[in-house]
């Protein structure tokens, strides 16, 4: 029964992306998955199809040579292409001005241990968790090695043969005129080694589907776009190769009542206007909890009080950063008829002797621009 083409079974274009291939290989790997799907054998087959599909066409090599020669098997030409079978061009010229000029180009690029591609996760953490740091387990779609062929891609007990029509290299040269023309080697698909008792697990991959639980230890003072490196967490490699590693990027929700400023924590305070002209203590929220605040007698609106090592923590870990209390003073909008006399005797017993700082604004207005203040007012006085 022949295989379907790969880009069906994941349900994209041919030009899909790299982040639009694995998202959805995601999504049916979630749907089709073995724990999902207990005893379906053809939920479990479809799991395997996805995965393979996801396997060849996340590695851009295979990718590559996928999209020149297809479902390629030993024994098979490859695909059709402008010099009669699937030429790069790029080995072309590259072939040429080595024939040419003595360089040469490097060999057996297709074939051994190839390290495995890395993968990114994106992780959203609460305010405190990103202020004080905390431990996240992820699950982790991804492939790893076959234990069973140890990655070689071979039944137990067996190994892969070298290619005997390509000696390895993955790829065969004939000239063509004057262009020494070289093409993936038609009997191992490029691979350098031919199987011939695939391991039944993996098919011959050497790696198989898995998801996989990872502690991520997160730092105190991570912040948006932070990005953490797991040592070879990523995907496992090609043929035993090394596994390449995860990337965990941090998003930082957004809090109810504080903003970050670096290390800063900032919030809103508000106050009445007795306790900004008399002074008081009030309880503030921080990070550690209610704390008990100073309201210095006179605070004006827009003071910021500093509440110093109630902050974030510094990643470097030298401390904390503060919290920085940002005072807004609250009038009343309705006053009893008490309240109302009680404010009136206030103002009476201020007087004229208190000037408002917005007519000294004004003052300083008139002088930039060359009045005389103190005349215009004598002036305002006579009339």
């Known amino acids: 029964m022949s295989k379907r083409d790969y880009y069906e079974v994941l349900g994209v274009a041919r030009t899909a992306s790299e982040s639009e291939l694995k998202s959805a290989y995601r999504k049916l790997a979630h749907k089709f998955h073995p724990d999902k799907n207990p005893g379906d054998k053809a939920a479990e087959e479809s799991f395997k199809e996805v995965s393979e599909a996801y396997e060849v066409l996340s590695s851009a090599e295979e990718r590559a040579q996928y999209d020149r020669f297809g479902h390629v098997s030993p024994g098979q030409g490859g695909g059709q292409g402008p010099f009669g079978g699937g030429v790069d061009i790029g080995d072309i010229f590259g072939d040429m001005f080595g024939e040419v000029f003595?360089?040469?180009?490097?060999?057996?690029?297709?074939?051994?241990?190839?390290?495995?591609?890395?993968?990114?996760?994106?992780?959203?953490?609460?305010?405190?968790?990103?202020?004080?740091?905390?431990?996240?387990?992820?699950?982790?779609?991804?492939?790893?090695?076959?234990?069973p062929c140890e990655g070689s891609g071979a039944k137990k007990g067996t190994s892969p043969k070298t290619c005997t029509t390509c000696g390895g290299a993955g790829e065969v040269r004939f000239s063509q005129g004057f262009?020494?023309?070289?093409?993936?080697?038609?009997?191992?698909?490029?691979?350098?080694?031919?199987?011939?008792?695939?391991?039944?697990?993996?098919?011959?991959?050497?790696?198989?589907?898995?998801?996989?639980?990872?502690?991520?230890?997160?730092?105190?003072?991570?912040?948006?776009?932070?990005?953490?490196?797991?040592?070879?967490?990523?995907?496992?490699?090609?043929?035993?190769?090394?596994?390449?590693?995860?990337?965990?990027?941090?998003?930082?929700?957004?809090?109810?009542?504080?903003?970050?400023?670096?290390?800063?924590?900032?919030?809103?305070?508000?106050?009445?206007?007795?306790?900004?002209?008399?002074?008081?203590?009030?309880?503030?929220?921080?990070?550690?909890?209610?704390?008990?605040?100073?309201?210095?007698?006179?605070?004006?609106?827009?003071?910021?009080?500093?509440?110093?090592?109630?902050?974030?923590?510094?990643?470097?870990?030298?401390?904390?950063?503060?919290?920085?209390?940002?005072?807004?003073?609250?009038?009343?909008?309705?006053?009893?008829?008490?309240?109302r006399e009680l404010l009136e005797q206030l103002a009476e017993t201020m007087g004229e002797s208190q000037q408002p700082e917005s007519q000294s604004f004004f003052d300083k207005v008139r002088e930039l621009f060359g009045a005389d203040p103190a005349r215009e007012r004598r002036s305002a006085d006579e009339s």
């Open 179 to 339: 262009f020494a023309v070289a093409q993936a080697c038609p009997q191992c698909a490029g691979q350098g080694r031919i199987i011939s008792d695939p391991c039944p697990d993996c098919r011959g991959r050497g790696k198989v589907a898995h998801e996989s639980t990872v502690s991520v230890p997160i730092p105190a003072g991570v912040d948006d776009g932070v990005r953490l490196k797991l040592d070879g967490e990523g995907e496992a490699g090609e043929q035993g190769g090394p596994s390449g590693d995860l990337y965990v990027v941090i998003s930082v929700k957004e809090h109810a009542l504080f903003q970050r400023n670096g290390a800063d924590v900032v919030c809103d305070m508000p106050i009445s206007f007795t306790l900004a002209a008399l002074g008081g203590k009030i309880e503030v929220p921080t990070l550690d909890g209610k704390v008990e605040l100073t309201i210095p007698p006179g605070t004006q609106p827009g003071r910021v009080l500093r509440m110093r090592g109630k902050g974030i923590a510094q990643l470097n870990g030298r401390g904390r950063g503060d919290h920085l209390v940002h005072v807004t003073v609250e009038v009343p909008r309705q006053l009893t008829r008490k309240q």
């Open 102 to 147: 003595g360089g040469g180009r490097r060999r057996g690029g297709r074939s051994g241990r190839r390290r495995g591609a890395d993968l990114r996760y994106n992780l959203e953490l609460s305010f405190e968790e990103a202020a004080f740091g905390t431990t996240s387990r992820l699950r982790i779609p991804r492939s790893k090695s076959c234990e």
